[in-house]
DNA sequence: CATGAATGAGCTTTCATTCAT
DNA sequence: CATGAATGAAAGCTCATTCAT
């Protein structure tokens, strides 16, 4: 059974999310997870149960995050499109502040898929909340009804994300500005001209 | 070093695309995949050298299928913003198409971003062409011009290929129609009703 | 990398080297070392890099032993004659001592100039200080001056050793003198100038 | 079954010695030898029963010769001793002919004692006439009686062996004269009575 | 005669995982 | 609490070998 990780704990094996984004979680030895963590491999599997149950562990702090983020924007005043572009905003200010633990899980959203932990609270943190978001805008007006909203809640997070990690990535970190802009032309402003 | 792969061969490898999508390919056996070949181990090894080399064909059976088809709308007539439509057709298109190798690709981002061939694939079958329509649109006045072309398109990417696989996997496919038109609100047409 | 082999452990895996002789280490399943090594196959890799460095070991233990034995009758008192013959002694105790190491080392000569600490060992124990004997000998005038001292030890090392192993082999050991008279009347009274 | 092999075949084939003394018949794979041999492997497979059969031949084809030269030395005029002396002069030549398959014979003498057919040449070829040799040496007076003659033989074999393989790989072909010297000095002066 | 294609049969090696201390 | 030592359980991969052509 996996005991309540203490949270320098947590807070080390948070360092791993990067090893594991990078290499993916099967082509990471429990030994280097542990290494990182600065903890030995006996002591990683005193707190967890396994391997995965640490990549579980890191999924969880992040969407734990968002979820947090995203319900205090959703909850905030304003109208729907309002509360949807602060949204993006924390969104992106999660990625930024877990930048490694997003990478982990944007590269292996497989193994995210596979966790049913990590399933819900991507659900819950989330594709819920910003589903319910997208019908408020169809009732106040200010967003165009979505005859899916769960899909387009998907569509949404997947481009914030992909497009938060790359520039991270690409352009390093602190350009997450542009980030933002370019979600706004995209998708919230919309492209057309018309 | 690898051998040229039979046509046969390389059709028949195709289908274990959803294995490796539903599992990992890390949680395949290379005897489950000889398997639903239809070959023996020996023989996978025998044109192939390795598992990940299956799934680098794979990924790229599926990319080259893909810049084909985005090639093809990209130069075909009309206006950006027209030709961008029918990039996103062509796109859902492909996705139907190999619906299991764009599932394994979606849910293994890592891997396909650590295979150079897949990765070059990528951006030559998508994100470049994607970019310089982006481009194009800003010229002709039809699509609003982006800061971050490529970052765009790559969100473009995620947006639509998400949206794809979870419509064909909860759903059920055939409802490709329902995400072309989501994709076209969400993005293309922007959600902003202002 | 390769941990420090506990002692008893060491003497276990001594005994792989008769399996070792007959078969050949290609023909020696790792599992089988384990075996009469009383460990798991597992245990056996957590010591030891692999199947040869488990060989390498098992040379390394003889050819220290010889080495410490060739240099106490080098180092003892006497014209280098008399040292020479006294090193053939200890030369045929060590093959005793150590005799199915000697077969294996003896059998895959190939395998021991293949392994650099062996092929380093064979020098440092055997062919220097007799290279050096074989010197002293033609300064003390009592040993023929070599043209090519080096390949005159590596001589004596291979007649001594095949005789010490045929003998053994075919006779059962103890018949040890009689190897011993066969040396020094085909090679020592051969080297002697009196 | 195995064909007779052509003497083309047999010929290119005796390139594959090399390769085999350096790595080990283990290491070499069989394509390895059918490459070097000009052929293909499954034409290896049509002459010879596999790789060892093609390595016993490599060592039947060194002792044939070896086997062939010796008696001409042993059948020659002269008493025992001169006899002896052409013995190994012969030996030599046959080790400057064949450099590559001695090697490969000198470097793998186990597999050399698993192959019976190679076992047994090297006693018709070498042990047995050599053993008489030093009997009719002791009969004539010119060679030192030995207790074990046939033991006698093995270390002579292997000094001579030894000492022109580790001449030939040191010092480079041609300096065979100087270990003719050598053994001379080391071995056949030391068994002359005179 | 010669060989490209295919594979059966293993074996080495690797780790995740356990547990006595 | 923490861990060094030990291993059970796999699986990737290799290659010698076969055979239809």
Do not use: C, W
């Not at 082509?27 to 149960?49: H, N, W």
């Not at 995203?70 to 949807?84: C, I, K, S, T």
Request: charge should be negative.
């Amino acid at each position: 059974m996996m005991r309540s990780v203490p949270p320098e704990i947590s807070a080390n094996v948070m360092r791993a999310a990067d090893l594991i984004a990078d290499q993916g979680l099967d082509g990471t030895k429990s030994e280097d997870i542990a290494s990182v963590a600065g903890i030995s491999k006996a002591t990683l599997y005193y707190y967890f149960d396994g391997k995965e149950a640490v990549l579980s562990h890191i999924f969880a702090v992040l969407l734990d995050a968002l979820g947090d983020a995203v319900q205090g924007a959703v909850d905030g005043p304003g109208n729907a499109m309002e509360r949807l572009h602060r949204v993006v905003d924390v969104h992106l200010d999660i990625v930024a502040t877990y930048p490694k633990a997003a990478r982990a899980l944007h590269f292996d959203l497989g193994r995210a898929a596979r966790l049913p932990e990590i399933d819900e609270k991507t659900r819950a943190s989330y594709i819920d909340p910003i589903s319910s978001l997208f019908e408020d805008g169809a009732t106040d007006g200010t967003i165009r009804p979505l005859r899916q909203p769960r899909l387009g809640a998907m569509a949404l997070l997947a481009a914030t994300t992909t497009a938060a990690i790359m520039a991270t990535s690409i352009d390093g970190i602190g350009d997450l500005d542009g980030v933002k802009e370019m979600i706004f032309e995209l998708v919230l402003d919309g492209l057309s001209t018309t």
